[in-house]
């Protein structure tokens, strides 16, 4: 093996452009860690954030939590996986990179019949809708729901999981190209951002929606609220617009006795019975053609920046990856 490979580094916070390809020490696995020769790598706008430091991390710095790869080492201790296996994270670091280590607990095997850069594309989002659906609110057969970034990549997986528990989906998008996407997944209704929550009332006879899911979030979260019915659950689950500001929690009351609430995936992965319930669910919702996962557009692992300006951008449909 050589005795380096090839990563994206920043030195220092900033723009796209410090996203540089250099060479490093090639990770070998410690106590329960695999080495992964990483196949494909899911661009989330989370590392943007990470990039320009307003969430800290230490500096210099690798982006990267999403990939899949094949296994080429297994650190000590490791008895689940040997080299040869498949598989995929939501939950590596530094994975912008020939080669990554993933923790042996948080590594989720990949069925044959899904391929790597499909495998690439779905442990995040694809379980990130699996928890918004399932566990922060439980959407029942016969339910309204407001989708808002109905052709992103949580958007498009989060339909068509919802159409299969035979809910009722409007979601919002920005152009035709976006509508005709959304429509494709399942979507009943495809709304533009523009007066949303009015539509959304006419829609649903005044009554408003049981739940709405933002990942949009400041431009889009006085109309999430206005579009709930009484009672009703607006999940930010994302700020692609920005960080919604502090307000008034007075307004909960005035608009129906609602519901705010502010998940990440983490708080939904805490052990391995729901790391492995929701994987296996996506995964083998996607081996069997129930599940489709968008690709939208594929960089090379040295256009990282050029990935990153795309995403944030919100040009971008369905899932962005890099591969080495």
Known sequence: MTETCNAIVAAAPGGPEVLKLVQIPMPSPGA???????????????????????????????????????????????????AGDLVATAEGINCYAEYALVSA???????????????????????????????????????????????GG??????????????????????????????????????????????????TDGVGVD?????????????????????????????????????DLQRLNSGGSLTVTRPKLGDYLLNAQERIWRSTEVFNAAATGHLSARIGIRFPLADAGAAHTALQGRKTTGKVILEP
Do not use: C, W
Request: net charge negative; aromatic share 8%; hydrophobic share 45%.
């Open 32 to 82: 329960g860690e695999l080495l992964i020769k990483v196949a494909a790598i899911g661009v989330n706008f989370i590392e943007s954030y990470q990039r320009e430091g307003v969430y800290p991390v230490p500096f210099p710095f690798t982006p990267g939590a999403e990939a899949a790869g094949k296994v080429v080492e297994v650190g000590p201790g490791v008895v689940d996986f040997e």
């Open 105 to 151: 607990d948080k590594a989720l095997r990949v069925p044959s019949a899904v391929p790597l850069d499909v495998a690439a594309a779905l442990p995040l989002q694809g379980m990130t809708a699996h928890y918004l659906m399932n566990s922060t609110y439980r959407v029942e057969p016969g339910q309204t729901v407001l989708l808002h970034a109905g052709a």
């Open 154 to 203: 949580v958007g498009l997986l989060l339909t068509q999981m919802l159409k299969e528990r035979e809910a009722r989906v409007i979601t919002t998008v920005s152009t035709d190209e976006k509508e005709e996407l959304s429509r494709v997944a399942g979507a009943d209704s495809v709304l533009r951002y523009a007066d949303f929550a009015a539509q959304v009332r006419e829609l």
């Open 211 to 247: 739940v709405v899911y933002d990942g949009v979030g400041k431009d889009t979260f006085d109309g999430s609220l206005a579009s709930l019915r009484t009672r009703g659950t607006l999940v930010l689950f994302g700020g692609a617009s920005g960080q919604v500001p502090p307000f």
